[in-house]
Antibody, heavy 119, light 109 residues
Framework: QVQLVQSGAEVKKPGASVKVSCKAS????????MHWVRQAPGQGLEWMGW????????KYAQKFQDRVTMTRDTSISTAYMELSRLRSDDTAVYYC????????????WGQGTLVTVSS | EIVLTQSPGTLSLSPGERATLSCRAS???????LAWYQQKPGQAPRLLIY???RRATGIPDRFSGSGSGTDFTLTISRLEPEDFAVYYC??????????FGQGTKLEIK
């Protein structure tokens, strides 16, 4: 069965960077795009971007264009999301989500990684 | 940029009742690219409906989706206790990519 297992919670200071991992299993990692979505405390879902694990190509939401980098390591079926120049309003749960196919829905999600930005 | 507006913000109903949740887009959305998710506290979202009306694997048939163009609806025909949660619609477009509605909280009356 498909599983997406994310790295553990992080506490960072303002201005620092964070890198969250998402290890995939149960399917061909290079076969489907991987997306990242975040959710601030008590708020809704915010799409951040995607990576094509096959080519490494990426597309980022404009809001995060200059601060986010999505990468992957196909040898270990793992996707990464790095967010730099962290601010307090970056405190959120960050999810990876697997795109399912031609209708682009997110059929499987990681368990989420809480990133807390605090001085 | 397409904006999705969900209504109502909160819906208070009792188990056994019918729930109707709305998702309105600021411009036309392809039905193929409209999805609904359920999220319970402390959990990741779960896919319910994709392609506006197709149930995801394992989703009970009391959940149904409909709509086209700018107006989409998620209907839960007869509420079970486990259905009380927050529901999000989502669309995919070329620019800026995926967007979510702000969510509808379905609470027990």
């Amino acid at each position: 069965q498909v599983q997406l297992v994310q790295s553990g919670a992080e506490v960072k200071k303002p201005g620092a960077s964070v890198k969250v991992s998402c290890k995939a299993s149960g399917y061909t990692f290079t076969g489907q795009y991987m997306h990242w979505v975040r959710q601030a405390p008590g708020q809704g879902l915010e799409w951040m971007g995607w990576i094509n694990p096959n080519t490494g190509g990426t597309k980022y939401a404009q809001k995060f264009q200059d601060r986010v980098t999505m990468t992957r390591d196909t040898s270990i079926s793992t996707a990464y999301m790095e967010l730099s120049r962290l601010r307090s309003d970056d405190t959120a749960v960050y999810y990876c989500a697997k795109e399912e196919g031609i209708t682009y829905e997110f059929g499987h999600w990681g368990q989420g990684t809480l990133v807390t930005v605090s001085s | 940029e397409i904006v999705l507006t969900q209504s109502p913000g909160t819906l208070s109903l009792s188990p056994g009742e019918r729930a109707t949740l709305s998702c309105r887009a600021s411009q036309s959305v392809s039905s193929s690219y409209l999805a609904w998710y359920q999220q319970k506290p402390g959990q990741a979202p779960r896919l319910l409906i994709y392609g506006a009306s197709r149930r995801a694997t394992g989703i009970p048939d009391r959940f149904s989706g409909s709509g086209s163009g700018t107006d989409f609806t998620l209907t839960i025909s007869r509420l079970e206790p486990e259905d009380f949660a927050v529901y999000y619609c989502q669309q995919y477009g070329n620019s800026p990519g995926h967007t979510f509605g702000q969510g509808t909280k379905l609470e027990i009356k």
